[in-house]
């Protein structure tokens, strides 16, 4: 079942923001920061929306607003997805600020995994279906991800092991499939 209540996830971002420790920055990107933290006794991910130079057309307030109703169109679909093509889940988002604080998924992004294990054919390719059978459990649940790359893509592997964990983060550009679109059989 898939679960669409995401009132029980918003939160006012004063609240957020005291009870994430911030661990260290993960990285940043056009909208804003990503950052590892400690929420509520469990290792997960922040992502925050800020003003970026790219867009100094618009005024800071308007940037916000704008990056608020993505953040928060981003949390409902991980909401829906509840995990299906293991998407992160959902912790809490801002009702009043662009903040979101979900799962965190440790690896290394694809880049960089592929750039380590290169000649591991192997490995590349269960890898490769992996990120197949994700997005095709995300297609199923009625989404698509739009911004499938290889920084997007997280590879988990124990040192020693054999066996590789793969996700997919990033849901912010996902949209809904339509339901007038067509399907096979």
């Known amino acids: 079942m898939i679960n669409t209540n995401l009132e029980k996830f918003m939160e006012c971002s004063s609240n957020i ?21 400690e929420f509520k ?5 922040m992502k925050t929306g800020s003003y970026n130079a790219l867009f100094d057309d618009y005024p ?12 928060q ?19 809490a988002v801002a009702s009043d600020k662009p903040v979101i604080i979900m799962e965190y998924c440790q690896g290394d992004i694809l880049g960089k995994f592929w750039s380590l294990h290169r000649k591991e054919t192997y490995t590349i390719l269960t890898v490769m279906k992996s ?48 339901k007038t679109y067509p399907r096979q059989s």
């Open 73 to 91: 169109e981003e949390a409902k679909m991980l909401c829906e997805l509840d995990g299906k093509g293991r998407a992160p889940q959902l912790y």
């Open 60 to 71: 800071d307030p308007i940037y916000e607003e704008y990056l608020r109703g993505d953040f």
């Open 41 to 45: 006794d469990q290792i997960a991910c």
């Open 131 to 178: 990120v197949a059978d994700q997005l095709a459990d995300v297609h199923e649940a009625g989404y698509v991800h739009n911004d499938v790359h290889k920084g997007n893509i997280i590879v988990e592997r124990k040192e020693g092991a054999c066996e590789v964990k793969v996700r997919m983060i990033d849901f912010g550009m996902s949209r809904k499939i339509p």
């Open 17 to 37: 923001l005291r009870d994430a420790k911030v661990l260290k920055d993960l990285g940043e990107g056009t909208n804003g920061l990503v950052q590892l933290v």
